[in-house]
């Protein structure tokens, strides 16, 4: 009577097969799929009881307000929307070492310090690690509950007893395992299996868990994409490994905004946050070298001062490389098709890199006006004004279009001390009155004349020296 129904499940995108086969065709990776038994004997097997009965309630009914908890962190409440919601989950992903439990501890930490129950179980450590760690941060005193422990079970029946935690921090889901289903811990079916008891177990008692999760090499949340779909926000946490300064993203937040930033830096003594970003973008700046521009960004509601380093040399490839670091690259490919089209600039026999300084992502096309500027500064020997800032988005046509808050990002620019601003024509109405030198463009080919007469002033003056 009990046929065991076997499935084949991928191990990297989670699609399940009836048989084995050596390549996945939902994600088209090789050697992917692990047999793992049946989540529960469901659907067809089992006889639909009668269902229990529940009421229906008006969406104009009171709303019971999300109350929110924040953590004491700002940078980490900036990002979540203003502190944990009651019953809620968050994965938070990122590369191994790039600090995950550094930042959960210390989120522990801050909030069982406010007298809150703060629960920390480690799947990975042992109970002496996680206190060396601790101890590192100097919050050895923390009143923070830990425990070394991967099976769900024991772990929501532990945590039942008692005042319900307000936090609860499972590092990592992948070390997790339930009886429920039979299949090794770390694959798809057990991960997604204890990420949904726990979820359910956060709703019930309103508790608010964090999942640790890992990230594979192309960047997503290890096996458990699913896990993705079923919690309320998922963070990541990001950063260059030869840098100290580290980014959390909400990716997905049901609970508040997916475009604002943490930056945090990594120091010994654990993280510190930053709550002037800009500052630390621009510390290490090359200051009067050609092939670098300020760009006057916006992540969130922040404004964020960051630089753009390119450079365009003579390639010695029959194909030039483009190779782009922090943006886009199918913005560099339309803003080179752009300077070559409209701009007369000739790029076909360069190779291009672009990198965005400081190991910083950027997504906003606001930033194609600075890349621009970068690129030519580069390709003539121009330095630009270090004293600049740039920002405005090209269209195919060559023209420079205005961007989303304007008057933020002078301000931001302002307040650093830059002079000047490259801008769209439409920024200078926003603009409050003297604080920048504004300079506007209506097309990049003006931009692009401009760099190459200050490179050609340069030259002839070198060449006078000389
Ligand atoms: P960790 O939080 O263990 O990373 P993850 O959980 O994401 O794997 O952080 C590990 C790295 O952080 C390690 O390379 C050392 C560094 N680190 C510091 O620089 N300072 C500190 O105070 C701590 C605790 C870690
Ligand atoms: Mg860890």
Known sequence: MSRRNQTFVCQNCGAAY?????????CGEWNTLVEEGAERPMGPGRRPGK????????????AEHAPRLPTGIAEFDRVTGGGFVRGSVLLLGGDPGIGKST??????????????????????????????????????????????????EDIIATLS?????????????????????????????????????????????????????????????????VVEHMVDAVLSFEGEGSHQFRILRAVKNRFGPTDEIGVFEMTGSGLREVSNPSELFLSERDLGQPGTAVFAGIEGTRPLLVEIQALVAPTSLGTPRRAVVGWDPSRLAMVLAVLEAHCGVRLGDHDVYLNVAGGLRIQ??????????????????????????????????????PVAQAAARLKEA????????????????????????L????????????????????????GQDG
């Open 103 to 152: 930042l959960v501890i210390q989120t522990a930490a801050a909030l069982a310090q406010r007298g809150e129950r703060a629960v920390y179980i480690s799947g990975e450590e042992a109970v002496a690690q996680v206190r060396l760690r601790a101890e590192r941060l100097g919050l050895r005193q923390a009143p923070v509950e830990l425990a070394a422990e991967t099976a769900v």
């Open 18 to 26: 009836g048989r084995w086969q050596g390549r996945c065709e939902a």
């Open 364 to 401: 906003e096309p606001a930033a194609d006006l600075a890349a621009a500027a970068a690129l030519v500064s580069s390709l003539a020997s121009a330095p630009l004004p270090a004293d600049a800032v740039y920002f405005g988005e090209v269209s195919l046509s060559g023209a420079v279009r």
């Open 439 to 462: 300079t506007d463009v209506g097309s990049l080919a003006s931009l692009v004349a401009d760099i190459a007469a200050r490179g050609n002033h340069d030259g002839k003056s070198r």
């Open 161 to 225: 007893e008692g005042k319900t935690p307000r936090l609860i921090v499972i590092d990592s889901i992948q070390t997790m395992w339930t009886g429920m289903v039979e299949a090794a811990p770390g694959t798809v079916t057990q991960v997604r299996a204890s990420a949904q008891t726990l979820i359910r177990f956060a709703k019930r008692s309103g508790s608010t868990i964090i999942l640790v999760g890992h990230v594979t090499k192309d960047g997503q949340i290890a096996g458990p994409r």
């Open 51 to 62: 269902g229990r009965l529940f009421a229906l309630e008006p969406l104009s009914g009171g």
């Open 414 to 437: 302002a307040k650093l001390g830059f002079a000047r601003a490259v801008v769209p024509e439409a920024a200078r109405t926003e603009a409050s009155e003297g604080s920048l030198n």
